[in-house]
């Protein structure tokens, strides 16, 4: 298998969250990311596919790939379950005091600004969505 | 997620190693929570390597709450990529950050 790439099938729950971590640690290392860029990319990944444990009822598989394509690295999410659009939901006021912030919207926040990019399709019955972010 | 705990005069520090992720956080948010009961706290993110939002939502109910005490909460020694991640969320403004555990202590 190609170093700078990496494929993850895994049942779409919390407790499978901190294998992908562990498996995307691996990744961003093998693929020389930054390390800047290798928590970018799995605070991107985990939220996404927390998103699906958390709220994807119905879904019966989520698989992620990354992959190192010289400054960019490109990430795709995919799962069964219902057709939903994560970059749909609002954001969130990241300038309200600590008695008033509402932590609601801030995992999609962060897909937003951690991405160059970030694209939902419903394809053939499942959720897919690409992002690509910088290596460096 | 391991949590060790020091007593510097008034004030617990939690030094964090580990992850601080969706996974972690429910034990992490009662431990922090708890400790809390006995004053005014500090946590040593040092040896923290990532946070994600639910580790931020737990950091933030620990401030929600020492507010409600009237004790101090704050956050000390964050790598550069966990800092980033605050600052991103802008919980840089509202949760106080030092860069070294007595800094932290001092300002408690």
């Known amino acids: 298998m190609d170093a700078a790439a990496l494929r993850h099938e895994m049942p779409p729950e919390v407790e499978a969250l901190p294998g992908l971590l562990d498996r995307l640690e691996e990744f961003s290392e093998a693929a020389g990311l930054s390390p800047g860029a290798a928590q970018r990319l799995s605070v991107v990944a985990e939220e996404l596919a927390a998103n699906v444990a958390m709220h994807g009822k119905g879904a019966s598989r989520l698989l992620v790939e990354a992959r190192r394509e010289g400054d960019s690295v490109h990430l795709l999410i995919e799962d069964d379950g219902p057709a939903f659009d994560p970059l749909s939901a609002a954001a969130p006021d990241i300038d309200a005091g600590v008695e008033e912030r509402d932590i609601g919207g801030l995992g999609i926040h962060f897909v937003r600004r951690m991405t160059r990019e970030a694209a939902y399709e419903r394809r053939d019955g499942t959720n897919r969505l690409t992002a690509l972010l910088d290596a460096g | ?108």
């Not at chain 2, 639910?54 to 620990?62: E, I, N, Q």
């Not at chain 2, 990529?81 to 840089?92: N, T």
């Open chain 2, 1 to 108: 997620m391991q949590i060790a705990e020091h007593r510097e005069g008034a004030t617990t520090i939690a030094a964090l190693e580990g992850r601080l992720d969706t996974a972690t956080a429910p034990a992490t948010e009662e431990k922090l929570l708890s400790l809390l009961d006995g004053g005014g706290l500090v946590a040593d993110m040092s040896e923290v390597r990532y946070v994600s939002s639910a580790g931020l939502r737990v950091l933030l109910k620990a401030a929600k709450q020492a507010r409600v005490k009237g004790v101090s909460f704050s956050v000390c020694g964050l790598q550069p990529a966990v800092r980033e991640v605050f600052e991103i969320s802008g919980f840089d403004k509202i949760i106080p950050m030092h860069a070294t555990r007595a800094e932290a202590v001092a300002g408690a």
